[in-house]
């Protein structure tokens, strides 16, 4: 069993920068492959970003792409979303999510265990 908890959600403007973190409990974690998923108000779940266990391989949704990071501490058992230029459409709830197998995955349903989510609204 793997448990997540986010946190750096808030309130930027647009064009700002926030990091969201994502802690883990549970042994596997590093053996694990790590996503961020998130949820606009009214929408369905969009991928943003993942990563293998070992850091080595990141996708990213092209929506982010350039202006996210996703990375990884597996001796903190923590994932990191770096997002930078932020814009009005990147507002949303993101989750952390873990599967259990060492390649990331883009579609949310590979996803094993979900964090509770933080809310990021970007504002004009």
């Known amino acids: 069993q793997v448990q997540l908890v986010e946190s750096g959600g808030g309130l930027v403007q647009t064009g700002g920068s926030l990091r969201l973190s994502c802690a883990a409990s549970?042994?596997?974690?590093?053996?694990?492959?790590m996503g961020w998923i998130r949820q606009a108000p009214g929408k369905e779940r969009e991928f943003v970003a993942a990563?293998?266990?070992?850091?080595?391989?990141?996708y990213y949704a092209d929506s982010v792409k350039g202006r996210f990071t996703m990375s990884r501490d597996n001796a903190r058992s923590t994932v990191y979303l770096q997002m930078n230029r932020l814009r009005l459409e990147d507002t949303a709830v993101y989750y952390c999510?873990?599967?259990?197998?060492?390649?990331?995955?883009?579609?949310?349903?590979?996803?094993?265990?979900w964090g509770q989510g933080t809310q990021v609204t970007v504002s004009s």
């Open positions: 999510a873990s599967r259990r197998a060492s390649r990331p995955k883009t579609a949310d349903h590979e996803y094993d265990y």
């Open positions: 549970g042994r596997t974690f590093s053996a694990y492959a």
């Open positions: 990563m293998d266990w070992s850091g080595g391989l990141t």
